[in-house]
């Protein structure tokens, strides 16, 4: 997005992204991706072979290495968050 966008303007949002615990993404894409199949590989082989089976999202939220987003906010902590966020964004009524 950055690239097509005035530095200015990109510069003057308020970037957020959230972070899915590690563990339970690569759970939850193991049983997804193996839902119709009877003889799925065990969830060791899965991680260890499966080039798809991606521990890390930083790639995501990052440009050239570096975090690009200015908040990030965790799924276990996702209320909590998702109001800090939304409060510096805009996006939540002030009272």
């Known amino acids: 997005m950055r690239a097509?966008?005035?530095p200015a303007v990109w510069?003057?949002?308020?970037k957020?992204?959230?972070?899915r615990n590690p563990w339970d993404r690569q759970v939850s894409l193991?049983?997804?991706r193996y839902r119709e199949?009877?003889?799925?590989?065990n969830f060791a082989t899965f991680i260890?072979?499966?080039k798809k089976a991606h521990i890390n999202n930083f790639g995501v939220y990052s440009i050239d290495g570096n975090l690009a987003v200015d908040f990030r906010?965790?799924?276990?902590?996702?209320?909590?968050?998702?109001?800090?966020?939304?409060?510096?964004?805009g996006g939540a009524s002030r009272r």
Do not use: V
């Open 16 to 19: 957020f992204a959230f972070e």
């Open 48 to 50: 260890h072979k499966d």
């Open 4 to 6: 097509h966008i005035d």
């Open 11 to 14: 510069r003057s949002y308020f």
């Open 37 to 41: 199949e009877n003889d799925r590989p």
């Open 73 to 89: 906010g965790r799924f276990e902590t996702l209320e909590k968050d998702l109001r800090f966020a939304l409060e510096h964004s």
């Open 30 to 32: 193991y049983y997804h």
